[in-house]
């Protein structure tokens, strides 16, 4: 039977990390379909070795080398066909890992916040972070600094919808009803924005105002066009 890569010892030492991530995970020129998968293939033995670190108790080793993991293949997945979904299933598992070690070995709350604005905004690629799984390591100093940045970003160009996402994941978490009015619901002109909202605040565990949304967006709507699901959103929320 094959070993489980989960179960795959440490292969390099400690302090010769940060090198391996460097040369595992850079890349030059475009990747095709293949390269792409071939480069998956090969960095998820060291995302594996990065993330068995965290889960036996050295967080604190893993931690830089995970963020640069994630920074680089953010740059990779600029010149790659990812049609296979290999390097985003990568980077997605990059980033669950980092969060992990980030929640275990706390790094300065503010260096983080800048950290997650950087992967999210400017790498040139459009990067969600799941935030609730940073917000242990965040604290509320942190929490405070990421959410005026990326509130900062989204006033400044409400049609960033990289900044828009972050503000959206943010409120959802912190159970934000009036940012996620904003958000979500922005000018209220058509059904859609109200079913979305409806059940955007449904899934934070408000049924009284999702119905309420819901119900005020039948009323402005009474076609219900594809798409709003609004009825269909009423008949399965309880009063």
């Keep these: 039977m094959p070993t489980s890569l989960r179960r795959a010892p440490q292969a390099h030492p400690e302090d010769s990390l940060p090198g391996v991530v460097t040369r595992t995970f850079t890349t030059t020129g475009d990747l095709d379909y293949w390269a792409s998968v071939r480069h998956a293939?090969?960095?998820a033995h060291v995302a594996e070795e990065l993330a068995t670190l965290v889960r036996t108790g050295?967080?604190?080793v893993a931690r830089e080398p995970l963020a640069h993991a994630v920074e680089l293949l953010l740059s990779t997945l600029d010149h790659a066909d990812d049609a296979s979904g290999?390097?985003?299933n990568l980077l997605n598992r990059l980033l669950a890992t980092h969060a992990e070690a980030c929640r275990q070995s706390p790094p300065d709350p503010v260096d983080l916040a800048d950290w997650l604005v950087t992967v999210q905004f400017d790498t040139g690629r459009w990067c969600p972070v799941d935030i609730w799984a940073y917000g242990p390591a965040l604290g509320p100093g942190g929490l405070d600094h990421y959410r005026a940045v990326v509130r900062r970003r989204w006033a400044a160009d409400p049609g960033d919808l990289s900044a828009r996402d972050a503000v959206e994941r943010l409120a959802r978490w912190e159970r934000d009803v009036p940012t996620?009015?904003?958000v979500i619901g922005g000018d209220l002109k058509h059904a859609a924005q109200y079913g979305r909202l409806a059940?955007?605040?449904a899934d934070i565990g408000d049924p009284l105002a999702a119905r309420s949304w819901a119900e005020r967006?039948?009323?402005a709507h009474p076609d219900d066009p594809?798409?709003?699901g609004?009825?269909?959103f009423l008949s399965r929320t309880p009063h």
Excluded: V
Aim: proline residues 8%; without cysteine.
């Design 180 to 182: 996620l009015i904003e």
């Design 86 to 88: 290999a390097l985003d």
């Design 58 to 60: 050295r967080p604190a």
């Design 226 to 228: 594809p798409g709003a």
């Design 199 to 201: 059940r955007a605040l």
């Design 230 to 232: 609004l009825r269909d």
């Design 41 to 43: 293939e090969s960095a």
């Design 217 to 219: 967006g039948l009323t």
